[in-house]
Each structure stands twice: as C-alpha cells, then as structure tokens.
C-alpha cells in the first residue's frame, strides 16, 4: 500500500495550518478561529474621530442660534469633526452650530460651511461633530486635509 494514500485508497490531502489551530481550539459560540478585533463603538466615546486629525493654521467662525462669532483658531480638524479653540459663553453640549471654515487655495478664496454638533464643551474651546454633507464639500475638505 503507498503511504500516501489513505485507507480508503483515496489520496491524502494536506491540512493547512489553520485547519490544526482551529481543531485544536475549543469552539463556542463567542470563540472564533481567527479571532477578530472588537469593535470600537464611536458614538458612545465622543472623544474618539473615524478619520484622521490634521492642524490646521486656520480660523473659524461658529454661528449658533441668532449669535455670530468671532473667527476662533482651529485646533485640528478631521472629516467628520473639529475642536476649535473659543470663549463658550452660552454654548452647550448637543447644540446645533455652523462651522464656517475660510482660506485660499491655489489663489482662490474656499468657504466650506458645515453643519455641527457640539459634543464636548470645555473652557478651552468645543469639539464638533459634523453632520452630513454634499460630494463637494466631501472634496473640498479632502484636499484641504491631506493634500497639503
């Protein structure tokens, strides 16, 4: 008999090395081969951003209710948030904001208008969460955050 037929005359066929780990595990119902990474749940950590921070050397104006601002540096900024620094005098947390954000790009004058959140309201500034947007501004704020 060759040794590398089985013993019902078919031909062995080599396991992976996934096939023995997962064998050699216990399987339950929360016990998966591989293992996968937990999920992080963003909406309950307002301090956490999906996207990437970047400084930015710009000011920004946060209008809210019937109050216009003045223009307020801009800590750093994501695609989905911000964290200007600005004297919160009646702002509060869940407060609905526009973000008005101006600067020039290759000689011409850019103004992105967003709709916010403000999720954390501190004596140092607020941390905005953006609400939806159109493709243009979706372009607008790819090139001013990482074509720089």
Known sequence: MDRKSAQG???????S???????????????????KAPLRDHSKDPHLRTSLRSELPYEAVINYGLTYSGAW????????????EMEVRDLDEGAAVE???RYYAKGEPVEIRLPATAIRVQESGVALKFGH??????TQLVNLLYTR
Do not use: C, K
């Open 73 to 84: 540096r801009v800590r750093n900024m994501s695609m989905s948030g911000a964290f200007v």
């Open 133 to 138: 947007y159109d493709d243009e501004t979706y």
């Open 9 to 15: 005359g078919h031909a062995g066929v080599a396991l």
């Open 17 to 35: 090395d996934a096939v023995w780990i997962g064998r050699a595990l216990p399987q339950t119902a929360d016990q998966v081969w591989p293992p």
């Open 99 to 101: 973000f008005v954000l």
